[in-house]
């Protein structure tokens, strides 16, 4: 095992899953987890559903891996922002992200009581230069995630995106204060399982969406127009083919807030929060100048090495952030949990045998895997969304059913499945078999 510890960016999710990994496999070696919030390790899928509705406490997000902190035998650097990369000298430069957090040199807790884990392989290593700190590392894990896209207006007061649990608080207070109007831009994912959540909360809810059926780059025309329709159903305004040309407020005070969205069609919508869900952007632009390749995401091999890392001390990438050489679908990124879960594992397996001197791990190819509740509706897809889609089972207006998707050349992709957990189930074993379209039609039909 190479000198220094295994420095891990991004306490979250594939962080925290390659942080586990790397325990389970070796006692001794020093592990970093460095995050520039100040929590530990929590579950972002509950913060557009339940803990927005108010069915999942607080309490009940963190992520199990993290339930008693201490006992994964990390360093937790929380409220610790890393800045830059240098490769050559496998450093990484980090500075404090919150007021005492723990990369101020005294290495105190951070706001929510992390710590820094005593007299740490990290700390005797590292070098001070004003509230910057350099951290050298045997190996490197980037699990640094990616941030909502913003409008020019998100400023304004009533102006919200969902990333973090800090988001998540802001817009829950806000819907808890009472009957709003509410603007959901964007019909991703995340835009309408707010749109769901605030509706059956009582809010009055518009969604604006710029193309012309929701969720538009994962469903095709039917299954996409079978979302609207079920807003719809729930009173939700659903506005589409429609883009929103200003965030507009009718007061010039030192702190505005929003208090109408403008169209391109020439409407208004009156509102008191706006809700922007147009797509994430992935956390790379610490990495600047760090030789690795940043292209939508850190560039990495099939198997998540970062391209313009070194071999024998890799940069591996894991989850929202990583784009990487999948066998089956060519260069991805996936934005989703049971991802970030699985690479976060292999990043750790991969940096452990690397440092070890041993075989690389076989390429990371999983077949992905997403789910999303709105209403009472479960929509799970396995693998990728393709070119075309085939009903293979059950009815697109009743909301039950199965899509097969196919490529190019009429092989199967993925499988779309609308309240029908157990075919999707199967669908990913199927997948992840290498079954071929006719095989799926058969099972699931
Ligand atoms: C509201 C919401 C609902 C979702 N619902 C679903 C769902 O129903 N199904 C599903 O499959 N997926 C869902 N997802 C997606 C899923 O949660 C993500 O795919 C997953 O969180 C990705 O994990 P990650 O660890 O790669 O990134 P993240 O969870 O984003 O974590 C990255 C961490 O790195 C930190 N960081 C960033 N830059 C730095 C830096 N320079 N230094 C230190 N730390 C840094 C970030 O602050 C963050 O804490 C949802 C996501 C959100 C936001």
Redesign the pocket.
């Known amino acids: 095992m190479a000198d220094g510890p295994i420095v891990i960016?991004?306490?979250?999710?594939?962080?925290?899953?390659a942080a586990r990994t790397i325990r389970r496999a070796d006692d001794n070696v020093p592990i970093v987890l460095?995050?520039?919030?100040p929590?530990y390790?929590y579950?972002?899928?509950?913060?557009?559903?339940g803990f927005l509705a108010g069915t999942t406490p607080e309490e009940k997000l963190r992520l199990r891996a993290a339930a008693d902190p201490d006992e994964l035998g990390v360093e937790w650097r929380l409220g610790?922002?890393?800045?830059g990369l240098d490769v050559a000298q496998r450093t990484i430069t980090?500075k404090a992200?919150i007021a005492g957090g723990s990369a101020s040199t005294d290495g105190s807790a951070s706001t929510d009581g992390s710590a820094s884990f005593g007299d740490s392989a990290s700390t005797k290593k590292s070098a001070s230069t004003g509230n910057a700190e350099a951290i050298e590392f045997a190996g490197l894990i980037i699990?640094?995630?990616?941030?909502?896209r913003q409008l020019p207006g998100s400023n304004l007061q009533g102006v919200h995106v969902?990333?973090?649990l800090d988001?998540?608080r802001a817009l829950k207070t806000a819907l808890d204060d009472g009957p709003s109007r509410i603007v959901v831009i964007g019909a991703g994912?995340?835009g309408a399982?707010?749109a769901a959540t605030a509706r059956e909360a009582g809010h009055d809810v518009t969604i604006v969406e710029a193309a012309g059926a929701p969720l538009a780059r994962v469903l095709d025309t039917d299954a996409g127009m079978a979302i609207a329709d079920l807003h719809r159903e729930h009173g939700v305004d659903v506005r589409l083919g429609v883009g929103v040309s200003a965030l507009q407020s009718d007061t010039v005070l030192d702190d505005p807030a929003v208090s109408a969205v403008a169209l391109d069609d020439g409407s208004l919508i009156e509102c008191d929060i706006v809700v922007v869900g147009i797509g994430?952007i992935p956390?790379t632009?610490?990495l600047e100048g760090s030789g690795l390749t940043i292209d939508n995401g850190i560039v990495c091999d099939d198997t998540c090495v970062a391209i313009g890392s070194d071999p024998e001390h890799p940069v591996v990438a894991?989850?929202?952030?990583?784009r990487w050489d999948h066998h089956r679908y060519g260069q991805v990124r996936?934005?989703?949990?049971?991802?970030?879960v699985e690479?976060?594992a292999y990043a750790g397996t991969r940096v452990l045998a690397a440092l070890n001197g041993e075989p690389s791990p076989d390429p990371y190819g999983p077949v992905p895997?997403?789910?999303?509740?709105q209403y009472d509706r479960k929509i799970q897809l396995a693998g990728m969304p393709g070119p075309t889609t085939e009903l293979i089972h059950g009815d697109i207006a009743e909301r039950k059913f199965v899509q097969l998707y196919l490529d190019s050349d009429g092989e199967a992709v993925g499988v779309l499945a609308w309240n029908r957990p157990r075919h999707a189930i199967q669908a990913r074993q199927f997948l992840a078999d290498g079954a071929t379209a006719d095989e799926i039609r058969t099972a699931l039909a």
């Open positions: 960016v991004g306490a979250s999710l594939a962080g925290l899953s460095i995050g520039d919030e929590h390790p579950d972002r899928p509950p913060l557009s559903k610790t922002a890393a800045v980090v992200s699990a640094t995630g990616a941030r909502p969902l990333r973090s988001d998540a994912f995340i399982e707010v994430v956390n632009d610490w894991a989850g929202d952030v990583a996936v934005e989703q949990w049971d991802n970030g690479q976060g895997w997403f789910w999303s509740d």
